[in-house]
Structure formats: structure tokens, C-alpha cells
């Protein structure tokens, strides 16, 4: 039987429709979030979706959710980074409530399978991670294209937007992918010695028998 969604990696060829444990290992992942930039390559330096892993992970107060908060983004390994205005303009152009639906359950099926993977369950509605997430975007606002963080922010939210835009500087950014990619992994390996998460066995991706 074929492939129903052949999706080409540099391990090999895996079916999106039917990811395994096999597919999601640690060093590929890293690699391909380091190549990925986030605002869809626009930001003044080049700024990888792993990079913002990283600062989200480091915004994120609870230790516990810490391994999601370095995961959080890791379906655009396979997905890519529908930025929101794309999403927007994508919503305008057909069913708005059809699109976000399909596009939201296309990515918790992948979250999924990857907290599977690395035994760390998704934490796609805690308050936490999402404003980790959030405070994380008005920095990198500040830091790549100068924008003033919002009037509406509290001061605690303001404080925490500072601190993600200073905490940019030491993160991985520039053209240097295989710098954001070890950092993505080094990261990842730390919490697994921190028990809150296990990186999957780097072999080869577990569809590749299916290629052909």
C-alpha cells in the first residue's frame, strides 16, 4: 500500500497522514525548525521558529510545562508557519470557520503524535503557555521590527516583553541554522535529564519502508 501523504525529510520520506514515533526524532526536528523563520522571513535578522522555542521556553514561569513550551511549535517540522496574516488572508478567500477548523485540527493531530513521541502530554489550553507565547511575539515585535509594545499591556506584561526582547540577544539568531538547531537539541536533552520529557530514538524515520 502506498503512501497517502509522502512527505520528503532529509532522513528519508514519511506519510504525513500516518506519523509514527520513528518520525519525530530529536536531531531532525531541530534542524528543521532552524530553518524555518518565523514572520515568514521578513524580520530584520533571521529568526528560526527553534529560536522561538527556545525564548518561549525560557518565558514560561512553570517548570512543568516547560518541555511543551519547547515543543509548542514543533508541528511546523511538517506543517510550516502559517503566519496570521496569511491565515487571514486564507480565511477571506473561503470559509473562515472551515479553514481555521481544518487548520487547527490538522496541527492537534500532529501535537499530539509528538507529545506521544516525547512523553510529554500538549498543553494546547493552558493560560501559561499561551501567554508565553504571546509575551514571546511582543518582543520579537520590538526587538526585529522596532514596533512599541501595545499601551494595553500591564506592567507586569511589559516587564516580561522587555526582558523576551533582551533575551533575544543571547539566543540564536543570524543565518548560523546549525547554531539555533544545537541549541534547540542541547535544550531538549536538559530537560530530558529534568524528567520532562524523553527524546525519541534517532533512527530513521519509521515510514520510510513505505517509500517507493
Known amino acids: 500500500m502506498g503512501m497517502q501523504i509522502p512527505f520528503h525529510t532529509s532522513r528519508g520520506t514519511v506519510d504525513l497522514a500516518m506519523l509514527c514515533p520513528g518520525d519525530f526524532a530529536g536531531s531532525m526536528i531541530a534542524e528543521a525548525l532552524s530553518t524555518i523563520n518565523r514572520f515568514t522571513g521578513h524580520s530584520r535578522l533571521p529568526w528560526s521558529v527553534a529560536a522561538h522555542s527556545l525564548l518561549v521556553e525560557e518565558l514560561c514561569p512553570t517548570k512543568a510545562l516547560k518541555g511543551w513550551a519547547l515543543l ?40 499530539r503524535a509528538i507529545g506521544a513521541a516525547w512523553c510529554c502530554a500538549p498543553q494546547l489550553m493552558s493560560l501559561e503557555m499561551r501567554r508565553a507565547d504571546w509575551i ?77
Open 72 to 111: 509548542h511549535d514543533a508541528h511546523e517540522a511538517f506543517l510550516g508557519d502559517i503566519t496570521t496574516p496569511a491565515l487571514e488572508l486564507i480565511c477571506a478567500s473561503g470559509s473562515p470557520v472551515a479553514v481555521q477548523n481544518a487548520i487547527n485540527n490538522a496541527k492537534g493531530r500532529v501535537d
Open 136 to 212: 514571546a511575539l511582543q518582543a520579537e515585535r520590538l526587538y526585529f521590527f522596532k514596533e512599541p509594545l501595545p499601551a494595553e499591556l500591564t506592567d507586569d506584561e511589559r516587564h516580561d516583553a522587555l526582558h523576551g526582547a533582551a533575551l533575544i540577544q543571547s539566543l540564536p539568531h543570524g543565518s548560523d541554522w546549525l547554531w539555533a538547531a544545537r541549541s534547540w537539541l542541547g535544550r531538549a536533552e536538559q530537560l530530558q535529564i529534568d524528567g520532562l520529557l524523553t527524546l525519541p530514538s534517532e533512527t530513521a524515520p519509521s515510514s520510510t519502508s513505505l517509500a517507493g
